[in-house]
């Protein structure tokens, strides 16, 4: 393998750690603290000089604050002469504003790729990226890293898949489901949704397939304030579904998502550790599965 260094972001420290430790390697010595004005100070103690430096930092939570700390590393990086520096961003933050939805509105998913080259980033892993539209934003290598193989394998472990079916959620995430269905080797179904055009609120109306007497395996990339999957799971529960598991990449869990989704039809939310997800904002129908072997593998390659 490459002469290689392994720097931690402060968004997710605990995967930055397994990461390491899958490629044998200790944490390098980087300090990050803030002024009493609350800017963020970087200082590497690690010699990279020559060295390849993957720095690890998912843009969670206070997205705006760790995008500035991941830029401060990579501009350090390239003047402590490091040989190349590759971030590898689990959640890229920002990537659901792909495009101008209204005029006037910033592309910030665009302006952070930007933000990621200039601060000396020769290139970027990713996982479960939210849209494909993001890609053609950066001018350095990315890499996309899927997680059907990790979620399937925890999924296998919980439930027998003879009698399941996996149901897109909606047209989104139509060829996201279909990848999944066709790893597990399963029937899909469809949802048909209709959005109320005074209120904006989205509901399901009908099932394209069949969800009756199956156990119902929803795969989406987010699970953000848990509304969407809590009434898909109440639809499928009055049309005769059985368990219902939901499967998702990046656990944003934001607002009082955790507590909602744990009275929610669904019997189990499986979801990766791209995003810290504090303790407290965990219940008993979570599992947690770790990316750190897709990211170790992936980096393995360089």
């Known amino acids: 393998m490459i002469d290689l260094i392994v720097l931690s972001g402060t968004s997710n420290p605990d995967l930055s750690k397994q990461v390491a430790r899958a490629l044998k390697l200790p944490l390098g010595d980087i300090e990050i603290t803030r002024f009493i004005d609350n800017e963020c100070r970087v200082y590497i103690k690690e010699n990279v000089e020559g060295k390849t430096v993957i720095v690890i930092q998912s843009l969670s939570a206070v997205a705006d604050q760790y995008l500035v700390e991941l830029c401060l590393i990579g501009h350090a990086l390239k ?21 101008e939805f209204r005029k006037g509105e910033a592309v910030s998913a665009q302006l952070v790729a930007k933000f990621i080259e ?12 939210h849209s494909e539209n993001v890609l053609p934003y950066f001018h350095i290598p990315v890499i996309e890293l ?5 979620l399937l394998t925890s999924l296998r472990s919980r439930l027998s898949l003879e009698h399941a079916v996996v149901v897109s959620p909606d047209k989104g995430g139509k060829s996201r489901s279909e990848r999944f269905a066709r790893s597990a080797k399963l029937p899909i179904a469809y949802l048909v949704k209709k959005r109320d055009l005074s209120t904006g609120v989205v ?12 156990d119902v395996i929803i795969f989406d990339d987010i699970i953000n304030t848990g509304a969407t999957a809590i009434r898909t799971s109440q639809f499928l529960r009055v049309h005769g579904a059985k368990k219902i598991y939901f499967l998702a ?3 944003v869990l934001a607002g009082n998502a955790s507590e909602q989704l744990a009275k929610s039809h669904i019997d189990q939310v499986i979801v990766t550790d791209t995003i810290a997800i504090a303790k407290k904002r965990q219940f008993p129908k979570l599992s947690i ?14």
């Open 249 to 251: 990449t990046h656990a």
């Open 203 to 214: 509901t399901v109306v009908d099932i394209e397939g069949a969800a009756d007497e199956k």
């Open 118 to 129: 200039a601060a000396g980033f020769d290139g970027v892993i990713s996982v479960e990226l």
């Open 79 to 99: 003047s402590l002469k490091a040989k190349k520096a590759i971030a590898v961003i689990p959640w890229l933050g920002y990537s659901k504003q792909d495009k």
């Open 146 to 150: 899927r997680t059907e193989s990790v």
């Open 289 to 302: 599965v770790s990316v750190a072997p897709l990211l170790s593998d992936a980096i393995k390659t360089l």
